[in-house]
């Protein structure tokens, strides 16, 4: 029997490579802010610069794309979140975590949507969000400002359909919709949302 072979050494992405990657997140951040989260991936290869074949290379699917758009603007919302569920108010703190995820996937139409459809790819930080979620809830409810039963799942459905409504309706009828959601779960009314 013979010895089983290293695995090979991972080598670094070639630098035209990472330039491809570059160009494809700023072109499909650009494509997705104009024409939603549906728009043709032919066409942000295009405008890449790159072939199709190059755009699934790096990213096999719609949703690992966009996963690796909102890399970074997950991380800075998470750290948001967790400075705020540190903060004085409870019931203040959820209610702007809550105003904060919607802001957050409203960045791209149907976003929402595709946070929804529990895409793998997507999985880890619609977790991520919802243990948030839950960290908030808890707080509130050892506060006395949450009703007892709302649950880290119902904000995050919540913030799915503010998002959703931002979508196709005004920001300001979304934002009074959250409003009047927030008034119900919360025995404090929080601040209404900031014109």
Not at 13 to 35: I, M, T
Not at 112 to 120: R, Y
Not at 140 to 165: H, I, K, Q
């Amino acid at each position: 029997m013979s010895d089983p072979q290293p695995a090979p050494a991972r080598r670094r992405p070639r630098a035209d490579a990472l330039r491809n990657r570059q160009r494809l997140l700023a072109e499909a951040d650009a494509v997705f802010r104009e024409e939603g989260t549906g728009a043709s991936l032919e066409g942000v290869a295009r405008r890449a610069g790159v072939a199709i074949g190059t755009l699934y290379g790096h990213f096999p699917t719609r949703a690992a794309l966009i996963a690796a758009l909102l890399e970074e603007r997950n991380q800075a919302l998470f750290a948001y979140g967790a400075e705020l569920a540190e903060g004085p108010d409870p019931a203040a703190a959820l209610a702007e975590w809550v105003r904060a995820v919607v802001r957050h996937a409203a960045a791209y139409q149907g976003l929402a949507d595709q946070l929804s459809a529990g895409n793998d790819e997507l999985n880890e930080s619609c977790a991520e969000m919802t243990a948030l979620g839950d960290r908030f809830t808890e707080r509130a409810r050892a506060a006395g400002v949450l009703r007892g039963d709302t649950t880290g799942a119902d904000l995050f459905t919540l913030m799915n359909a503010a998002a959703w409504s931002r979508e196709h309706d005004t920001p300001e009828q979304a934002d009074r919709l959250l409003d009047l959601a927030l008034a119900g779960m919360l025995t404090t009314t929080p601040p209404p949302a900031a014109g």
